[in-house]
T-cell receptor
Framework: EAGVAQSPRYKIIEKRQSVAFWCNPI?????LYWYQQILGQGPKLLIQ????????DSQLPKDRFSAERLKGVDSTLKIQPAKLEDSAVYLC????????????FGQGTRLTVV | DQQVKQNSPSLSVQEGRISILNCDYT??????FLWYKKYPAEGPTFLIS?????DKNEDGRFTVFLNKSAKHLSLHIVPSQPGDSAVYFC??????????????FGTGTRLTIIP
């Protein structure tokens, strides 16, 4: 079974630039999550999708972050414009419906904002 | 507000000995707890979990203990092996969310097993 795929693995951008991350969940997993993990901290949920609908985006900084999951499969997370404090690893995870305790994580995208 | 706390950022243990990782939580709505293991440049992988109706769950070398009155859980690894060297995250959720099991993670403990 293929795992959660994320790209790119690494990205370095200057502040005020834009960046986008892509995630392909495990086949059949209707629930998709984006987490932000800042160095020295645990992963923090940014947004949760059920199919292509948003379940929880309470911790997503909506003035600069956006995410979409067209057709209920792949997802894209965008930051525009980036700030220095956005430097983090962005993790995508997926699970079967209503099985958030059995989520599988991708390898993450390490973003450095300079 | 850190609802899940791992107060030890790092821990070193001799190979073959017991590793004990601790986690405290403040939200009394949490009723399901998980431990994840993370190697460098990889995503977290699920290790073991426990429901609040239990006080112990065992899986091979890994045992998780839950003390609800103290809002404290611990992960025991025995015997510790070099491959156990990783960052361990404690996570908690409420299963009463009707399918919306949002995980709240601790800050992690870096475990180093000394050969």
């Amino acid at each position: 079974e293929a795992g959660v795929a994320q790209s790119p693995r690494y990205k370095i951008i200057e502040k005020r630039q834009s960046v986008a991350f892509w995630c392909n969940p495990i086949s059949g997993h209707a629930t998709l999550y984006w987490y932000q993990q800042i160095l020295g901290q645990g992963p923090k949920l940014l947004i949760q999708f059920q199919n292509n609908g948003v379940v929880d985006d309470s911790q997503l900084p909506k003035d600069r972050f956006s995410a979409e999951r067209l057709k209920g499969v792949d997802s894209t997370l965008k930051i525009q414009p980036a700030k220095l404090e956005d430097s983090a690893v962005y993790l995508c995870a997926s699970s079967l419906p209503h099985r958030g305790t059995e989520a599988f994580f991708g390898q993450g995208t390490r973003l450095t904002v300079v | 507000d850190q609802q899940v706390k791992q107060n030890s950022p790092s821990l070193s243990v001799q190979e073959g000995r017991i590793s004990i990782l601790n986690c405290d939580y403040t939200n009394s709505m949490f009723d399901y707890f998980l431990w994840y293991k993370k190697y460098p440049a990889e995503g977290p992988t699920f290790l073991i979990s426990i429901s609040s109706i239990k006080d112990k769950n065992e899986d091979g070398r890994f045992t998780v203990f839950l003390n609800k009155s103290a809002k404290h859980l611990s992960l025991h690894i025995v015997p510790s092996q070099p491959g156990d060297s990783a960052v361990y995250f404690c996570a908690a959720t409420s299963l009463r969310g009707f399918g919306n099991e949002k995980l709240t993670f601790g800050t992690g403990t870096r475990l180093t097993i000394i050969p």
